[in-house]
């Protein structure tokens, strides 16, 4: 059985423990934090320390910042780059797994005019190997993981499916870097998402989840049982992070997901 986590503005409560209390009694196992820029994840620190002493299980960080390792502008860039480098050591600090961001979100689309990036796809690789590269030593060094998530095409123009998310990670050799892969954006890039999950295992290290109109699993027309079957087969022993929109009565809804997880092979 795989272990459900939620994402911390899904859950009732004006604390991480009142959060973690509903979780709990609605079947999850884990909750999943979000990362705003400008430092503000590392001043939640003394706060993270000690939701963890109250048991609060926090494995995972989702990043929710304007600019990414990806822009085009190389002060966004760096700025980044030293966001997620503070992220990865608080999620260090408080024993977690690791920080899961895209390579960009919202930057630039081809399927939108003017189609053709200010940038080359050589020149975007280089930029993307030497941040992840950068990234990857870092996550090294603190003993966590950093998980490169494919967005969609309308979201990103450089990384949308999971072989190109694989062919990054191994050319920079590091182990320290996964792949964060998210139902809904596969739902959209990839002909075969469960063809897809077998062919990278080797590098899948986070999963997060919400169903093909990216509401919560089950308001939706996702495959779950071919998807989570898959990542049965490789053996995916890490979280399912609740990651969505949610439909109908948002304590409900957010209530109704283990449930319908397991009964979909979860």
């Not at 304007?66 to 600090?93: C, N, P, W, Y």
Request: aromatic letters at 6%.
């Amino acid at each position: 059985m795989l272990n459900i986590a939620a994402q911390e503005q899904l859950l009732p409560g004006d604390t991480l423990q009142a959060k973690w209390e509903f979780a709990q009694e609605a079947g999850y196992g884990a909750i999943e934090l979000r990362a705003k820029g400008d430092l503000h994840f590392a001043s939640r620190l003394e706060e993270l320390k000690q939701a963890r002493k109250d048991g609060v299980v926090m494995p995972t960080v989702c990043v929710d910042m304007l600019h990414f390792f990806g822009a085009f502008d190389e002060d966004l860039r760096r700025d980044a780059i030293a966001q997620m480098k503070s992220q990865l050591t608080v999620m260090a600090e408080i024993g977690g797994l690791g920080a899961q961001t895209p390579a960009s979100y919202g930057m630039f689309s081809r399927r939108l005019p003017p189609f053709e990036p200010p940038r080359s796809e050589q020149e975007d690789r280089e930029v993307l190997l030497a941040g992840l590269t950068e990234l990857g030593d870092h996550a090294r060094k603190e003993g966590v993981t950093l998980f490169l998530e494919p967005l969609n095409r309308y979201e990103d123009h450089m990384v949308n499916r999971l072989e190109q998310a694989a062919d990054l990670i191994r050319a920079t050799g590091l182990d320290s870097i996964r792949i964060g892969i998210d139902s809904y954006h596969m739902n959209i890039e990839e002909s075969d998402p469960a063809a897809s999950i077998l062919a990278h295992a080797d590098v899948i290290g986070h999963a997060q989840i919400s169903d093909s109109n990216r509401f919560q699993p089950g308001a939706g027309h996702l495959d779950w049982p071919a998807w989570l079957g898959a990542l049965h087969t490789i053996g995916y022993d890490g979280h399912l992070a609740l990651e969505c929109r949610l439909t109908g009565d948002p304590a409900e809804a957010v209530r109704s997901v283990p449930a319908f997880l397991k009964r979909s092979g979860a």
